[in-house]
């Protein structure tokens, strides 16, 4: 069982940051008629999203958001002694990310860097692998980069995820606390549905040719190439509604944390659908299970970090219990329980 525990380790500071571009769901996509647009829109409860123009990355967004981070605190960036970067939308096939973000921050030579490709969950376990490293004496922050360009990877014509991604990057200090701080994490996978959320060509098992690149009409009329995103809506709404809740028992048990304690219970931004069901089986009130997904659309990975900064950035004040809960691609699922100690959280960055 991949449970975890550390002491002494937590979330200093926070930030986040989203192309300017808005695209409007009920506006903008004209592949749909009208009444195609307002009832996909009613359902999955994303109005906008934030999409990237073409030259901007991955990278860019987490750069914005940790230039942000580091300059506002002031921080001796020497200090940073690992740089994680997380993303399944990377800049190059290589190098990774986390070496192009060490060069453009001006970290030390002596920062370790590595890149995880993980998708919805990927927060959770970044998080966790950075909790880990803090436990070690001589690492004393550990920067934990999390950017996704979601938009440029599915099809805006396809009738299942052509109203749903979109693009942002997020920033995460992670350092030495009190020793009573105590975080906790449990981590699942579930590869046999792996099929569920895939991209099937464009890698080395089917590489990309002139047939991968041409979007083909689906069943359902929308289009899609094969180096486009395919998601099966139903088996990943099933999957969600049962894992979810199933693991989010589990770790309050393990923990021996009360659910009553849990100041905010932060999903990953599905749709409004999913997430709705979600809050209703666990029986979490409303406004403990803050939203953004209306404004940002469902951005992967960096959806828990853009929630807490866009949603809770003035109700971190003190000592705060958080349930923070990662599923999707893989299919995989991450859910952690810690407490804040007044974080600083930066102000939405726009670029």
Do not use: W
Request: with cysteine.
């Amino acid at each position: 069982m991949a449970y975890l525990k550390y002491c002494g380790v937590g979330i200093k500071d926070i930030s986040a940051a989203v192309p300017m571009i808005v695209y409007n769901n009920l506006k903008d996509n004209q592949f749909f008629a009208q009444e195609d647009r307002d009832a996909i829109v009613a359902k999955t409860g994303i109005i906008k999203r934030r999409i990237a123009p073409t030259d901007m990355c991955a990278s860019d967004l987490c750069f914005a958001a940790a230039e942000k981070l580091l300059s506002e605190m002031g921080l001796d960036r020497s200090s940073v002694d690992v740089l994680i970067s997380i993303t399944q939308t990377a800049d190059y096939r290589t190098p990774g990310n986390s070496s192009i973000l060490q060069n453009k921050l001006h970290l030390s030579q002596d920062c370790a860097t590595f890149d995880i490709n993980m998708g919805c969950s990927g927060f959770i376990y970044g998080l966790s692998m950075a909790s880990g490293l803090l436990q070690q004496k001589h690492i004393r922050h550990v920067l934990l980069l999390n950017g996704e360009t979601r938009s440029k990877a599915y099809s805006f014509r396809d009738r299942k995820t052509g109203f749903l991604f979109a693009d942002a990057g997020s920033a995460c200090l992670l350092g030495k606390e009190d020793s009573g701080i105590e975080s906790h994490y449990l981590l699942e996978s579930f590869g046999s549905l792996y099929k569920n959320i895939i991209i099937n060509a464009g890698g080395c098992r089917n590489p990309s040719s002139i047939e991968s690149i041409i979007e083909k009409e689906q069943e359902d009329g929308g289009f899609r190439s094969d180096e486009q995103g395919f998601m099966d809506g139903s088996a990943v709404f099933e999957f969600a509604i049962t894992e979810v809740p199933k693991q989010v028992k589990q770790i309050l048990r393990l923990s021996e944390i009360d659910k009553e304690i849990i100041d905010y219970f932060v999903l990953h931004q599905a749709n409004a659908f999913m997430n709705d069901h979600l809050t209703r089986k666990m029986k979490i009130p409303e406004n403990k299970a803050p939203m953004c997904l209306d404004r940002f659309g469902n951005t992967s990975s960096v959806s828990i970090p853009l929630t807490i900064v866009s949603e809770l950035r003035n109700n971190l004040a003190g000592s705060k219990n958080l349930l923070l809960s990662g599923f999707g691609v893989g299919l995989s699922v991450g859910t952690a329980i810690l407490k804040t100690n007044n974080p600083h959280v930066c102000v939405l960055e726009e670029i």
